[in-house]
């Protein structure tokens, strides 16, 4: 439990737009990248991954048996408790790590903070929430930067190492591959919901368990089944990230969405109204590659553009291995794991969204 202090302020009441942690819309990230152009990288053979590609993170070679691996990522308050949001951020940060096949080595807090307007006791609860799933992944926390800003951020950068050889990729599937989802989606939804006094304790609960539990485990299974095609599902919601894991493989991809795992109450918020405007930008931005058969039900469809926060990996496991085994393996950890779809042959970054599986 925390040991925070009531807040003088709700926290997520301090947050912009809605309560989800969400990227900048997908359509304008890829307009800004493209202006960059090829200057982005600097030329490096040792350079295995950087912005040019839109992975998770950079990677860059050391030697033939290592390669570091660098991320950051930090967002505003999406609950009210400051120990629980550090937490939530640690996790969302050491995630990329994960979804590139590494393990986190050591990080630095990124911090913004109205200190005219909310103690300082809690930014100190916000570090611990941190350190707490830091030291949970093995990482160190050594330190960090912190500005006074009117609307308060947090997260990490974070360090990785991996085998140069063994690194998965968004740009690795093909056709055959079987899509697994390793966590249930509908964070943003729920989290819009908590900042409107709009959700159950039961479901705030859910939520946050899925938002800290790390994904490392996920990603030593997928390590030790082969899997070298993987991402973790954020701020572009599930469809978004299938979308640009098969562009980039030059692939086209098939979900079911019965199989999809939900959140508990992430249903019943979509129902209410409580949808972020970053699930409403996917839903835009994906409209002309993304197919939903008409029986798909409709709040369904949502939470499968909904922007995630510290989501689960989304695996391309390869054709000759087993799908199920995979599954079992996961949910053996306590995953909650399902196997949502395939990679198919069709027009790059094609999303063919079934109610149920035709296979």
């Not at 790590?97 to 807090?109: D, E, F, H, S």
């Not at 913004?112 to 707490?132: C, E, I, K």
């Amino acid at each position: 439990m925390s040991a925070s202090v009531e807040p003088v302020v709700k926290l997520t009441s301090l947050s912009r737009g809605a309560g989800c942690a969400c990227k900048l819309p997908l359509a304008k990230l890829e307009s800004m990248f493209a202006s960059l152009g090829a200057n982005l990288d600097s030329a490096d053979g040792d350079l295995l991954v950087g912005a040019l590609e839109g992975d998770d993170a950079a990677v860059y070679r050391l030697d033939d048996e290592r390669a570091i691996i660098l991320t950051t990522d930090f967002f505003t308050p999406i609950v009210d408790d400051a120990y629980d949001w550090g937490r939530i951020a640690a996790a969302n940060a050491l995630s990329d790590v994960y979804a590139m096949g590494g393990r986190p080595l050591i990080a630095v807090n990124l911090a913004a903070w109205p200190g005219s307007d909310l103690p300082m006791d809690q930014l100190a609860d916000v570090l611990r929430g941190g350190a707490s799933v830091a030291e949970e992944a093995g990482c160190l926390v050594v330190g960090g930067h912190t500005i006074d800003d009117p609307i308060p951020k947090y997260g990490m950068a974070v360090v990785g190492l991996a085998h140069p050889d063994r690194l998965f990729q968004i740009d690795a599937l093909a056709p055959g591959d079987n899509l697994v989802l390793t966590k249930a989606v509908g964070t943003g939804v729920i989290s819009t919901a908590i900042k409107n006094g709009s959700a159950k304790d039961t479901w705030i609960a859910a939520a946050i368990a899925s938002m800290t539990s790390l994904n490392a485990d996920a990603s030593t299974v997928a390590s030790e089944m082969g899997v070298r095609a993987a991402t973790d599902v954020t701020g572009f919601g599930l469809l978004g990230h299938l979308h640009r894991m098969a562009r980039a493989s030059g692939a086209a991809a098939e979900i079911d969405a019965s199989a999809v795992p939900v959140l508990p109450g992430a249903r019943e918020v979509v129902a209410a109204g409580f949808v972020p405007g970053g699930t409403r930008a996917n839903t835009e931005h994906l409209s002309d590659v993304v197919h939903l058969d008409e029986d798909v039900p409709a709040d369904l469809a949502v939470l499968l553009h909904d922007a995630q926060t510290s989501g689960g990996l989304l695996l391309g496991v390869p054709a000759g291995v087993d799908v199920a085994g995979v599954v079992r393996k996961l949910t053996e950890r306590n995953l909650p794991a399902a196997h949502v779809g395939r990679v198919t042959e069709g027009a790059p970054g094609h999303v063919s969204v079934r109610a149920e599986s035709r296979s």
